[in-house]
């Protein structure tokens, strides 16, 4: 089982990201799907969330109307389309995986929002 974040990086104030999480060795399209962030020194906290066929999605307060999550269950993909990017939206983004007690969590991809 694998969930491999990539596309992070640094970026200005201002700037877009997207976030990719690649999913093998389970039935993908059965999971929902979170991508949570962790900025140092804080909690981790839950930024979007995605139903299993994509029909539904949550976005926290701090993200609403900047970041979209989407799916290719076809490709085993997820992303997150982060717009108009903040210092604060500095942290390690994680790509979450969640289907009844079976839970996957990547690696992180490090987003720096800075000049």
């Known amino acids: 089982v694998q969930l491999v974040e990539s596309g992070g990086g640094l970026v200005q104030p201002g700037g877009s990201l997207r976030l990719s999480c690649a999913a093998s060795g389970f039935t993908f399209s059965r999971y929902a799907i979170n991508w949570y962030r962790q900025a140092p020194g804080k909690e981790r906290e839950l930024v979007a969330s995605i139903t299993r066929g994509g029909g539904s999605t949550n976005y926290a307060d701090s993200v609403k109307d900047r970041c979209t999550i989407s799916r290719d269950n076809a490709k085993n993909m997820v992303y997150l389309q982060m717009n108009s990017l903040k210092p604060e939206d500095t942290a390690v983004y994680y790509c979450?995986?969640?289907?009844?007690?079976?839970?996957?969590w990547g690696q992180g991809t490090q987003v720096t929002v800075s000049t």
């Open positions: 979450y995986a969640s289907f009844s007690d079976y839970h996957y």
